[in-house]
Nanobody, 124 residues
Framework: QVQLVESGGGSVQAGGSLRLSCVARGYISSRYCMGWFRQAPGKDREGVAIINNFGSPSYTDSVKGRFTISQDNAKNTLYLQMNSLKPEDTAMYYC??????????????????WGQGTQVTVSS
């Protein structure tokens, strides 16, 4: 069983920055995918950024060059640095994990464990 606890959300003006954190508790396999997903009201949950156990990241096109995913394995913590935030980034952001993964995707349906979410609101 894996528990994921997010923090770091908040309200910022367009152009601002936030850093999200996700602490993972429990068993984490040697091969895994972890990522950040978001869901705005009335929209489907979408993959924002993912990273595997080798540290290889992948991003959805709308955040490339603005968001950076990283991990601190010693702290079992996943991060999402979000810069140049836009109003369209407003959403509930979730941390997710998939264990024993052969490959990682941005598809939310492939992830097993989810955090409770943290709200990010960007005003214009």
């Amino acid at each position: 069983q894996v528990q994921l606890v997010e923090s770091g959300g908040g309200s910022v003006q367009a152009g601002g920055s936030l850093r999200l954190s996700c602490v993972a508790r429990g068993y984490i396999s040697s091969r895994y995918c972890m990522g950040w997903f978001r869901q705005a009201p009335g929209k489907d949950r979408e993959g924002v950024a993912i990273i595997n156990n080798f540290g290889s990241p992948s991003y959805t096109d709308s955040v490339k060059g603005r968001f950076t995913i990283s991990q601190d394995n010693a702290k079992n913590t996943l991060y999402l640095q979000m810069n140049s935030l836009k109003p369209e980034d407003t959403a509930m952001y979730y941390c997710a994990a998939r264990l024993w993964a052969v490959s990682c995707t941005l598809a939310a349906s492939s992830y097993t464990y989810w955090g409770q979410g943290t709200q990010v609101t960007v005003s214009s």
